[in-house]
């Protein structure tokens, strides 16, 4: 059983964030919270969410899972308005998730969630962590992508701040955020390479303003996010590209 | 002879709706009004449309007939903006329609109108009518047309209200208005399938707050709405999809 | 040497309209300003651009030439919001353009000047003149562009006003400004027809509020306007189609 209502900005930012990496997900439903986790296929990039009840405006649920297709959901959502209230109701017997907005009533077909995987989530303690603001990253992205033959971006935190660089063949780009602009915590500088189209599909879709990034060199950088007034935890884990000299 | 103006949007309102179902029209210039009548090719929709002479700011007219081309025409009209005013000038000799938008005069070769049918618009009475708002009706659409295997919609009425709904292999779309919130009118009632691509291609251009739907079970369904502050007049009619059992 | 700082918007500006003709352009840079001219493959526009250094925000600079790849400026000129400034700074031994927007740092690889034409804008005195309001060029482009097989359009001045027209196989255009509304010197009528999607493309890219035509019989005809308050001075020059009778 799983009856629950909640904003729709808010189940439209959990459903584009978990699309990011995956086209179908095993939603793990929990009496007091609801949980996706998902690895993209090159198994380069993770995301773990945890939904508390208290991000809903309703909710009431058993432990069950059910399996969305994405792009099926995301459909639906698009009827809903900015103000407008998603109420999802699932009964096991039927095999379908009903979806109502306002008056309209729209049962989905339910993804086999024995075809889902259920990818465990490494810990990983990164060295350094920086509080960076959703535009600057958004701003780096945008002068990464302005080169053509850019597929790769640096990120560095340091005691002077945080940087996102990267380098064509004969163009270059960085952006700085000062320390002075960030709660920065490093014990040594650290920095890797990433792939820009994974960071850049993520960064798009972080609804919040700013985005805690930890990182070590030679290691994965965390995302770490909240949303729905920090009743929702998002945390995305990004592969770097191993520099061999 | 024939010199008339109206408010653009109105013009535009009128070729849209005219669109949805034929390329070249014949409009038949009457010194009191002006009609428009069109049969799609598949002979599966068809609108009767009449114009009042209020519905212009100036009219003045014999009994003729010219033939346009909708495309063409609507190109000409994209030059009007939201408050202009098209002045049409037609003079038989020069076979050409002039369209006059502030200073712009734009001269368009007509269609023959020899080779434009001319419909006759079957009376049909049906037994349900429902008075439906047209922002439940495009709702209606958009949420069937978020099923990707869906192509007709079920249009039911009865005392409990209206209903537009339809279903896919795994999925199912439903939008009810319930009979408080319309002017309803049954004897019985009634239900048909009908092509949700032209049902929703009439609803886009529908200018109008609300629609007078009438139906009947295995009949065509029939749209009124005026739009020109009443003066201008739409009759709609679609076939139903008859189900074999 | 040169080190500037500009308006977004009017760096923005005098790329877009040198754009319209070439896809790279020779920067000659001296003391007092900055001039590029360029001609388009086809040798039938052309273009003469002088900005004064009071056009800036800050201008310091040595006599210099650069090569700008015009998609390159442009993609980095995305990066900045309405109300930035942009910073420019050449070292010629690097043999880059170092663009900063706000704390984003972004370089860029330069064309070698050697590859660059620079042509010599020829001195024509045409016969007529009219300061014409821009939206009304726009619209009657507009009004050209709506049928379907016009590629040329003429334009005219005389002692009425200002005419651009152009005929189709069906249909004709055309857009009329009235003496009263024009600052309008002619010594005698004069017409030529201009390849229609040249002319739009300058037009479309105008930023200010008229433009001086001046135009002769079968001869190319110049648009005059300025930007950056008077103190950027753009002539575009369009050869005719001669009519042969």
């Known amino acids: 059983m799983f009856n629950a209502e909640m904003k729709s900005e808010t189940f439209k930012n959990l459903i584009h964030i978990i699309a990011t990496v995956v086209d179908e997900v095993k939603m793990s439903i929990h009496p007091d919270s609801l949980t996706m986790k998902a690895i993209d296929p090159s198994h380069v990039a993770m995301i773990d969410m945890v939904v508390d009840k208290d991000a809903f405006i309703s909710y009431e649920a058993d432990d069950t899972e059910i399996g969305l297709d994405l792009d099926k959901i995301k459909s639906v959502l698009k009827l809903a308005g900015p103000g407008d209230t998603i109420r999802m109701s699932h009964n096991p017997e039927q095999g379908m998730l009903t979806v109502t907005i306002g008056n309209i009533e729209r049962r989905m077909g339910l993804v086999d969630t024995g075809s889902l995987s259920d990818p465990k989530v490494p810990k990983v303690d990164l060295a350094v962590s920086a509080k960076v603001p959703l535009d600057q990253l958004q701003k780096g992205i945008r002068a990464a992508e302005s080169i053509s033959d ?12 945080f940087e996102l660089s990267c380098a064509g ?38 609804p919040s303003e700013s985005v805690e990034v930890q990182l070590d060199t030679d290691y994965p950088v965390k995302l770490l996010f909240d949303i729905a007034e920090g009743h929702a935890h998002i945390t995305y884990l990004l592969a770097p590209r191993i520099e061999n000299e």
């Open 169 to 206: 063949d004969t163009d270059l780009a960085s952006l700085r955020v000062p320390a002075s602009e960030l709660e920065i915590s490093a014990d040594a500088p650290a920095h890797s390479m990433y792939p820009l189209d994974y960071f850049s599909n993520i960064v798009k879709v972080i």
């Open 150 to 161: 850019v597929d790769h971006i640096k990120l560095e935190v340091n005691s002077e701040g």
